[in-house]
DNA sequence: CGGCGCCTTGAAAAGAATCAAGTCTCGTGG
DNA sequence: CCACGAGACTTGATTCTTTTCAAGGCGCCG
């Protein structure tokens, strides 16, 4: 049913970092479980705390913010491959919550053995710092999105920041992906309204840049939409997987 | 002219956390020195590796990203206890730039003894992935803000945050503190126009919310402040000091 | 004195939000 | 088997927030 570190199906992808023996061992030792989130289930919530901690093996979701007044950001996208939990690990509690977009598989760790991590595993904590500090260069350049491009490129910039980063998971078929998020989902992560959200995906559609449709996203023009995105082309480092 | 660590006097503040005798002298080994920057110097550029990451120990700075077309993003502000260059320790560069606003003192550190700070002293190495995880927060709540409030809202969300964090530290004098920033670095922050954000200041003067002149900022009605800004009340806990 | 940087203010233009229907799909229950 | 309703996507018309354009003021320094 669940499965071994030895065999993790991520961990072989050239997104991701090669591991010794030993660490793989040890996240045997640390990974609990598996869980099976059904889509629409809410995975941690702001606010809270948790006792577990997890990464997504298989499907995808979203972290968001609820603002005093009702209205929703949503932070990013969880990917196969994405920590969960950092916040409610090292601090009392999360800032945003993460719901399953799509059913979803998550290794479960105690949030109690994370110190022990630390402790005896500074290599494995270094890798945390590392994910860490890469969700800080992913929000910052989300902020800037979000504070400087116009609604085109705001929506381009999602769009392609999603593609590029499935590809990388290998879960592109020729050039188009899954897409399990709602307009809405875009709208909110991108400050912008549903509606001028969906003219400007028509929009894009007309010019043959991209299609989105039945949860598929299809890049007709790479090259344009990331011109369109702003998009800054990451040396594609390998990151940790926890 | 060198600060001991022994006798820091931000680590004295309520808003840091305590530090054991052995962790200040190791803390005291690792940093290597002192700078003095100049108002308007760069202290770290975007897409620049450093051999040094730095706490600020006096004076203020800027946090920001320009972007392909040349627009800028202000991510955040550096206040005195916030360390500066994770991002080009633990990764190979920095995703923004740093720059004095006043007149900053730094301490300096080497990036290459980062490593021996997780071998040996994984309290340590915590407190730093507790600082990424905290930078982490706070650009999430900065994008919500840019993302969903409405230009007055932003401006007082920006103020508001400033002025709580500064007093965190304190800096402030009654209730005013100083705010050594443009109107145009507030407007890039936000992702506003400066003259839409000039002309939102206007009136948050005009309401009694808040005045600003002549680099201080004076909060008349911290409460009202508060609410515009859609503050969700912190739970005051310490954080690591660097 | 002149120029430069920053703040201020008014008017016009543009971009995005809101309002208001209407379509399509899909699952449910009569 | 079909009517029904919910949820998501579309589209047009209108409103309004925010940007852009333009110009003037003020303080400071060479």
Aim: glycine share 6%.
């Amino acid at each position: 049913m669940s499965t071994d570190c030895n065999n993790c199906p991520l961990r072989k992808l050239d997104a991701f970092e090669e591991m010794s023996a030993s660490e793989v061992s040890f996240m045997e030792r640390f990974k609990t479980g598996e869980l099976e989130a059904q889509p629409g289930t809410e995975i941690m919530a702001q606010g809270q705390s948790s006792t577990h901690l997890f990464t997504c093996l298989r499907g995808m979701g979203l972290r968001y913010k609820t603002l005093a007044d009702g209205r929703r950001q949503v932070i990013g996208f969880v990917l196969p491959g994405d920590f969960i939990g950092l916040q409610a690990g090292v601090m009392s509690e999360m800032s945003h919550s993460v719901e399953a977009s799509t059913a979803m598989r998550l290794c479960t760790f105690n949030r109690s053995e994370l110190w022990t991590l630390f402790k005896s595993h500074p290599a494995r904590a270094y890798d945390l710092t590392r994910i860490a500090a890469t969700e800080e260069v992913f929000l910052g350049e989300a902020l800037a999105a979000v504070g400087q491009l116009d609604a085109r490129a705001k929506v381009s910039w999602a769009l392609h920041r999603f593609y590029t980063r499935l590809t990388a998971v290998k879960q592109q078929t020729g050039n188009t992906v899954p897409l399990p998020y709602r307009q809405q989902d875009l709208a909110d992560a991108m400050g912008l309204s549903l509606v001028h959200t969906n003219k400007t995906l028509a929009r894009l559609r007309e010019d043959q840049i991209v299609t989105l449709s039945e949860n598929q996203l299809t890049v007709h023009n790479p090259t344009r939409l990331a011109e369109l995105a702003q998009a800054e082309d990451a040396p594609n480092v390998k990151r940790p997987l926890i």
